[in-house]
Structures are given as C-alpha cells and as structure tokens.
C-alpha cells in the first residue's frame, strides 16, 4: 500500500438550507491514486449514507463535456449514482475552484454515465434526473417487504420497482401519516438485500404541520413557485447498504418523481419532504424543463473542510 497522503476534503450537508439538518456526503477532492479497497475502507469509516471520491474525468467523457469523475461509495459497496452526494460533490468541486467547461451546466462522469448539473443564480444546485426503468415487483419479494415494513397490503396505493442506478422498491402509501409512524424491521430488510423508499401524498392544501415552512424552503429551488407548499412525503430504508435509513435521497426522489408524474399522480413543479424521523428537514425540489426532462435540486451548505491522509 502507498504511504498515506494529505488529500483536500470536504463534508456538504445537502437539501437544506441550515447546516445538520439535511443529509451530509463526504467528499475527497483528490482521489487519484486511491484503489477501489481504500475508497471503501473510507466510506466504511465515516458511517455517512454515501462518501464520494473525485477524480480527472476519463479522456471519452471529458471529450463528452465532463468536468470531473465521481465514484460514489455506500458503507456497504459502490453506486453506479446518487442524487445527494451529486449536488453535494458539486459543491465542494465548486467550491474548491472547479472550473466547468460549460457556461451554464457542471457535467459529472459516474458509472451511470453524464449527469447535468444546473447552477442557479442563488446557488441552488439541481441534477437532471437519470434514465428510470421500471417494472412490476415480484409479488413474494413485495409481500416480505410489506411484513419488515408492518404494514397491510391495504395501505399500499401502488407498488413499482425504480432504476435509475440504485435500484429501489417504491411504495406509494395512503397517507403521510402512515409513512411517518413506519417503524421497519432493518433486519429483515438488509436480509432481503432491498432498498426501500415510501412515499405518500398530501392532499392539496392539507401539510398543515410543513405549509408553515413552505414560503422560506419553497424559494430554494429559482424553478418552483414561492406558493409551492410540501406535496409529497418521502422515506429511504437502505440496510442493503449499510444505513438503516437515510435521511433524504435525491435518486430516490428523482424515480419517485418520473414514475408518479408519468402516472399522472404528481405534476412539476413539486416539493418533497423527508428526514423529519430523524430530526431532519430535508426539503427536495421537482421541476421539469421545457423539453419535459425533470430536475432535482436544493440548497447545499458546507460543514467541514481541511484534509484527510488517505
């Protein structure tokens, strides 16, 4: 093993606009040189939902428009891509001095190929939402997530399988209520090796506990309408990786959001909200384009910066 070195480092809270309440990413701004054992080893230390290693981006993709390459790892393995640790690496690479090749996008290289990355004139960072396969899931595989999860087939509006890198089973539930009171068996879910997100929707007008904080959150993404109060309600169960649950996920969003506007059940501009379980305040912002592709953005504020010897 090469002597460890003084490595740039950085830790951004994402999806908030107040540091510790939203969903932090470590972020090692110098990878080079680092194996594939070492960048694990890391992000099994720091116990985060997903650590993130940037690198120069391969010739083919910075050809491409590729500003840098992210390899993205969970305590228990490697994403193809994630939505927070995106804004949040984005923000450190920015931070840090990075200079896009584009005047109005950042382009990020990762295994699920090139994400678009648009900067707003606040700040505010949104990914353009990854290709999302769907399909049916296997009844036996939904039947035991229902049990792990305590909840009865009657409470279950829609089920679909979500991939758009991670690979999610999502459950579209009958309240927010419900969502909110889940209390997992994180045993039995890691043992199905299942990630899990759940959502529900509010009715409109009816998020009297979140319409409160709606006008300060709703103006952090320039695309959704100051009046946009929170419409969804959202939950990320993801033992198969090492994290029982996290505390707000923009993969998750983003195929949430594809598959329930192609259903005709959410329309964009929208708000999500999630983390509130784990004294969080993670606040998620759909907007659509005018070619129909979805963004998904928010705040991201910088909590620690220095160097890490890895």
């Not at 009816?206 to 309408?225: G, V, W």
Request: proline share 7%; with cysteine.
């Amino acid at each position: 093993m090469p002597a460890p070195r003084a490595r740039t480092f950085a830790q951004v809270d994402v999806f908030t606009q107040v540091a510790l309440r939203g969903n932090p990413v470590a972020v090692v701004l110098d990878g080079e040189g680092l194996d594939d054992a070492a960048m694990q080893a890391f992000a099994s230390w720091t116990q985060l939902s997903e650590t993130t290693f940037v690198l120069p981006p391969t010739p083919a993709a910075r050809a491409a428009g590729a500003d840098y390459q992210l390899r993205i790892f969970t305590p228990g393995g490697e994403l193809p891509f994630a939505g927070h640790p995106t804004l949040g690496s984005c923000h450190a690479w920015l931070a840090h001095g990075g200079k896009p090749q584009s005047a109005t996008h950042i382009v990020q290289e990762c295994k699920k190929g090139l994400v678009s990355i648009a900067r707003q004139g606040d700040g505010t960072l949104a990914f353009a939402a990854p290709a999302l396969a769907r399909s049916a899931p296997e009844p036996q595989l939904l039947a035991a997530v229902l049990q792990a999860l305590a909840l009865t087939p009657d409470r279950v509006i829609a089920a679909e399988q979500l991939d758009n890198g991670p690979l999610w089973l999502g459950l579209l539930l009958d309240s927010p209520e419900t969502v909110l009171a889940l209390d997992p068996d994180h045993a039995r879910l890691k043992a199905l090796g299942q990630k899990v997100g759940v959502a529900a929707l509010y009715p409109a007008g009816d998020a009297p506990a979140l319409i409160k904080r709606s006008s300060r959150e709703a103006r952090a993404f320039a695309q959704a309408p100051a009046r946009a109060a929170v419409q969804l309600e959202v939950r990320a169960f993801a033992a198969a990786t090492g994290i029982n649950e996290d505390p707000v996920t923009g993969s998750l969003n983003a195929s949430l959001a594809q598959w329930l506007i192609a259903e005709g059940r959410l329309q964009a501009p929208y708000v999500a909200s999630q983390g509130s379980c784990l004294g969080r305040d993670g606040w998620v912002h759909v907007a659509a384009d005018e070619q129909g592709r979805l963004w998904i953005g928010g705040q991201t504020v910088g909590c620690i910066q220095g160097t890490v010897l890895l």
